[in-house]
């Protein structure tokens, strides 16, 4: 297991929500800690394990290294745009507009929407998921392109709710 997928692999358990997730190989274990509520804070122990050798007991927790990532392009939040309320994805998957091919699409930039209205469909592990409003309002800007990988909680509608 290389760093990268060590940090990926923080990162998921930060958002779960879990406590505690241990994993062992051949060579190595892991476990990941979460000490509060606060998903921000996760504490690693990761334990090299040499081979035919039994594991020794686990020191104090370590922070993990802070993770570098690429810096996303940011758009400064103008006010106009903080009064629109963002619709996000409950889910990973593939975002779709519309129903089927062959139907037309959910809703446009310009429709009005009330709560309850499906604005889209994300598809994951082959299950159609309808993503239904929670607000009511009219559509101010569509985020992501039909057919593209959504990841959770990635915005995907800006709603002006007057």
Request: charged share 25%; aromatic share 6%; net charge negative.
């Amino acid at each position: 297991m290389d760093i990268k997928e060590i940090q990926n692999l923080i990162k998921f358990v930060a958002k779960s929500g879990a406590s505690e997730v241990k994993l062992e190989t051949g060579d190595f274990k892991i476990t990941i800690k979460t000490g509060s509520d606060d998903k921000d804070d996760v504490r690693t122990i990761v334990q090299q394990i040499p081979m035919g050798q039994p594991a020794p007991a686990p020191q104090a927790p370590v922070s993990p290294a802070p993770i570098a990532e690429t810096p996303q392009p940011t758009k400064p939040v103008t006010s106009e745009e903080s009064k629109y309320i963002t619709i996000k994805s409950p889910i990973i998957g593939t975002f779709y507009r519309k129903p089927s091919p062959d139907k037309p699409v959910f809703v446009e930039v310009g429709s009005t929407i009330s709560e309850g209205d499906v604005l889209c469909v994300i598809e994951a592990m082959k299950l159609f998921n309808e993503i239904e409003s929670e607000v009511s309002g009219k559509i101010v800007k569509i985020l992501v392109d039909d057919s593209s990988p959504v990841e959770f909680d990635q915005p995907l509608f800006l709603v002006d709710p007057s």
